[in-house]
């Protein structure tokens, strides 16, 4: 026991242990694991709504692939003929049968079908790009 009066200054300990239970705490308890399934079902439904809209997304990149390669390979076979009909261009041109603004108006045909080609191949990129962007390996 302590003695207050004593000089020897003897040490003191006192050592404690609470304990609270509550058991009218049960209602709560349940509720909160109510709202924790109900947070799970809600969380279960968003990954649901993510997954079809990234199918969704999937399935329009790829058809904007195959659009912009059957596209590329349209401006190929295009710019072939142009530069066939070029070639016979520069052949009138120097046979006379055909001017000089003739030929350049061929000329620019030949580069705007190039040019529609490197535009295309810019899309494709760009589509591909998307495509990594959203799947997040970009």
Known sequence: ALNM???DGQFFYLVG?????TIWD????????????VSKDMIS????????TLKAQWVQYFTEIEKYNELIKTDNSIIKMRNDILKSAAS????????????VTEQNTNMQAELSR??????????????????GKL
């Open 45 to 52: 439904l968003q990954q649901q709504a993510l997954d079809r």
């Open 26 to 37: 049960w209602k709560q308890s349940r509720n909160e694991s109510e709202m924790f399934g």
């Open 17 to 21: 242990v609470k304990l609270n239970w």
């Open 118 to 135: 490197n535009l295309h191949e810019i899309q494709l990129m760009q589509v591909k790009l998307n495509m990594l962007a959203v799947t």
């Open 5 to 7: 009066f004593d000089i």
């Open 92 to 103: 009138q041109l120097e046979n006379g049968t055909m001017t000089g603004t003739e030929y």
